[in-house]
Every structure is written in C-alpha cells, then in structure tokens.
C-alpha cells in the first residue's frame, strides 16, 4: 500500500501541473460551445465539434503541449500505483492534485492563495488522512470480475453520453461544471481499465495485452476523458472544473471498484464513519476552493477580457 499511496501522489502532482498549463493554454483561445443550429453543425454533436476545433487549436500552443507531456507521465505514475494498490484506492488519492494545480494556476496569473484556500487544502489532507488512517476503510487490491468490469463500463458509457446532451446549449459556467462531470466518469473507468492492463502486461505478456479488451477500453475512455477536460478547462475557470472531476473521479472510482473487484464494503461502524467523514471532508474542501476568492477574481478578469474592459487591481496580485 505504500508504494501505491507514493505513486498515486507522484501522479496528483504530474496530473495537477497539467491541468494548470492546458487551462491557462485553454483560456487563451476563442473557444466557446457551439449552439444547436449553428450552421452546419448538427444539434446531436455540437459539443463534439466544438472540442474538436478547440484541439486542433490547442496543438499549436506550446504550454498545452507541455501540459499533455506532464498527463502522459501521470499515466505512467497512475499505473504503476494501481499495481500496488486497488482503484478504490488510488483514485480517491488523485484528488491531491487540486492542491497542486490550484497553486500553479495561481502563479501563472501572478497571484497568491487567499487564507480559505489554504484551509480547503487543509480540509482535503484531513479527509485522506482519515482515508488512510482506519483500518478497512482504504480498500486492498483484489482480482477483477471482467463480467461486471464490462457492466459498468457499459453504463458509464451511458451516462456520460446523457451528460453531454444535457451540456449542450447551456450557458459556459454550467457546461463547463456538466462537461467535467463526464470527464470524471470517463476517468475513473479507465482507471479501471489502466488496472486489468497493467495485470495484463506484467501476467501475459505484450502479445496477450495486444489481444484483450481492456487496452482498448483503456484508449477509449482516456481520449474521450482527455478531450472533455479540455472543453471544460476552456469553457469555465479552472478550480470549478478540476473540483467537479475531482469529486466524481474518487466517487465513481470507489464505486466501480468495489463492483469489479469484488472489494468487501466497510462494515463496522468506525469503518462506516471514517469513510462518510472523510468524503465530507474531502468534497468540503474541493468545493470549498472552487468557491475561494481566487476564483471570482478568475470569473471576473474573463468577463473583462471577453467585454474589452479591464477588471481592475485585485487584492491578490503579487509583484
């Protein structure tokens, strides 16, 4: 578990350094959602073709290319955790990287921490601590049940195609929180599938691995997740997307892997009220920083920038 615990934290902090860069790259481009009725854009895949044309763009920036670099080494890290340790373990130790990406996001745009975003901060390493610390609640790696893998790939597959029809032609801040939602979704399943791949690679062999279902799955939850973190990084500031991901990303993943790898539930009552306290906490002190006063100021300097005024010095700015 500790080896897993290390790797899940090495990959909050690639994973938190990236999602700071493509946003700020992401910020920086004309994107906004596409409405059904748009000419020549059909109304079931306007949000499809709006995140296709911001990628093209996004190719061509430095910064995102950077950011794209730092996720592939998350992977990396990513993978290596879920062989030490359960999905239901790992992901929920992903949502350190707010604490990471908040930070840098700050310091592209030359501004500092407000004091409720360090006790956000503070909140989420109390819940993980918590996590951690009672016996039973972390659970351990256990062999996959692929019949119920492939279920609950299915029906998250379904979900997160009614989340994008409900995100199109929303206005950008309730897109932006919907899209990342999905996001989430697809990432935790391909948590799951990065898991049944790793086991694959380390058991059977390249050839086997080549040949089997969950690469696959892998590549396809990933790329759709990847290209949905994008529209929401753009379409909205970056702590509300990153947070909203953050909280389904854990909860879904917990979810899955209890459901596939036939993990035993909690069951004692100390078990039971560690692990409702410590999603408490940890969901406080995510949404406790998407609403922090760096943010607003974020709202504030696009809504500036997209009506040609300027939003005016911030109590934040650092020089």
Known sequence: MGWAICFALLGALLFGTSAALQQHAARETDYAPAHPGEAGTPKHGVVVVSLVR???????????????????????????????????????????????????????????????????AGVICGGLALFLSVRGVAPRADEANRGWAILAGLVTAVAVVLIIALATGRRPAQHSFLIAIAAGLCFAYSALALSLTVSDLVNRGIAATATDWPGYALAIATITGLLLEQGAFAAGSLPPAVAAMNITNPVASYLIGIFAFNVTLPQTATQ?????????????????????????????????????????????TSH
């Open 272 to 316: 039971l009220t560690a692990l409702l306290i410590a999603a408490v906490l940890i969901s406080a002190g995510a949404i406790g920083l998407a609403h922090s006063p760096s943010v607003r100021d974020d709202r504030q300097d696009d809504t500036g920038a997209r009506t040609g005024h300027s939003p005016g010095p911030t109590p934040q």
């Open 54 to 120: 911001l990628i093209r763009r996004l190719f061509h920036s430095p910064l995102w290319v950077i950011g794209w670099c730092c996720n592939l080494l998350g992977f990396g890290a990513q993978a290596a955790a879920l062989h030490f340790g359960s999905v239901a373990l790992v992901q929920p130790l992903l949502v350190t990287q707010l604490l990471f990406a908040l930070p840098l996001s700050l310091r592209l745009r030359r501004m500092r921490p407000d004091w409720r975003d360090l006790v956000s």
